[in-house]
């Protein structure tokens, strides 16, 4: 009769996968590399995101969409896009529609081989006490400080 009885480590166990309503982590990181995003897919990003990296999509997003979907981030990370290397009219109308204030936490912009229209670096920073440490290649930021 002992045999056939689980025992309470047994029973731990098998219920590892159980859900637990008890703990929640939420996320709070999120990489997507060398991907295609689709726009259900980007709105349903969970506002709890801190870190968000979206390095080297095929095709563009919505980026002004960003800042009401993910108001937590700290730190972005949208380097080595080729459409925002060569942006397209409809890519340079997001960008200058995106509220930068809203991302009131945010500290560091990754930003590497990636075209900065006019005024955007102006923009990120506007209304801050302290400034967005925005990412750029080595080339670009010795340019930019000449």
């Known amino acids: 009769g002992q045999l056939l009885r689980p025992t309470a480590q047994i029973q731990e166990r098998e219920d590892w996968d159980s859900e637990d309503q008890s703990t929640y982590y939420p996320l709070k990181s999120l990489i997507v590399l060398s991907t295609r995003l689709s726009m259900s897919t980007i709105s349903a990003l969970p506002p709890t995101l801190t870190h968000l990296a979206l390095i080297n999509l095929e095709y563009p997003i919505s980026l002004h969409r960003l800042p009401v979907l993910c108001p937590s981030l700290v730190v972005l990370d949208l380097s080595y896009n080729l459409w925002l290397a060569h942006m397209s009219v409809d890519t340079l109308k ?39 440490e925005v990412v750029l290649d080595r080339y670009v930021e010795y340019v930019l400080s000449m």
């Open 94 to 132: 997001s960008i200058r529609r995106i509220e930068w204030g809203r991302w009131t936490q945010l500290r560091t912009l990754g930003w590497r081989e990636c075209f900065i229209p006019d005024d955007m670096l102006i923009r990120v920073n506007e209304g801050r006490w302290d400034d967005v």
